[in-house]
């Protein structure tokens, strides 16, 4: 059946281009009721962009493994990335940004999130974060390089669900500090995420953290 059309525009076409947004903001306002968020953050066959001016993690593991997704055509997509996970995480800053490209009528939608930025930061507790590319100053207390990621016992684990090799390179410490954070990431997971001083904000063009 043919998607409704209003003024030359496939409305479903639009509904599903805007998913991320509306999932994001569903999320967004359990979080804010409850004071606390169980999350899953990932878009669909895009990556986001994330800040943090500082991350204090303890129990940190950092493992490969493989995402797996759709884009919004419904083709199917994979994605090597380092998932880095720590049994609880201390954010000051947090920035976190996702753009929507070819919105009809309105070209790109950038959807930003900050957070941790008035005296209280963002707290999560098993966090993981799928990253693709990472810029930041680490400094790590009792860092073990070359561990199995099956072996790995400082950090969280391996994920539920990940593509990872158990057998496969992996790092851990008992924590670290990572400074003037820029990462790209195609998934975060957390069992809590706290976000103190949230705010949110939908705009037309590319307006990311970085």
Not at 186 to 192: I, L, M, S, V
């Amino acid at each position: 059946m043919e998607s409704q059309v209003r003024g030359g525009t496939r409305w479903k076409r639009f509904a599903v281009v805007m998913v991320p947004s509306v999932a994001a903001t569903a999320c967004i306002g359990v979080g804010l009721a409850q004071g606390a968020l169980a999350a899953s953050f990932s878009v669909s066959g895009q990556s986001f962009k994330v800040t943090t001016d500082q991350l204090v993690g303890e129990g940190f593991s950092q493992y490969g493994a493989i995402d797996e997704g759709y884009t919004l055509k419904g083709e199917k997509t994979a994605h090597p990335v380092a998932v880095s996970g720590f049994k609880t995480a201390t954010i000051t800053n947090m920035c976190q940004s996702v753009v929507t490209p070819d919105v009809p009528f309105l070209g790109s939608v950038s959807l930003k999130l900050t957070a941790g930025d008035g005296g209280t930061p963002v707290k999560a507790q098993n966090l993981y974060i799928d990253v693709a590319d990472l810029q930041a100053d680490a400094t790590f207390k009792n860092i073990d390089i070359g561990v199995a990621a099956g072996d790995a016992d400082k950090g969280p684990g391996i994920s539920k669900g990940d593509q990872a090799n158990p057998f496969g390179f992996a790092q851990q410490a008992d924590s670290v500090v990572l400074k003037n954070v820029k990462q790209t990431a195609w998934a975060t997971t957390a069992g809590t995420f706290k976000l103190s001083g949230l705010k949110m904000s939908l705009s037309t063009g590319v307006k990311e953290c970085y």
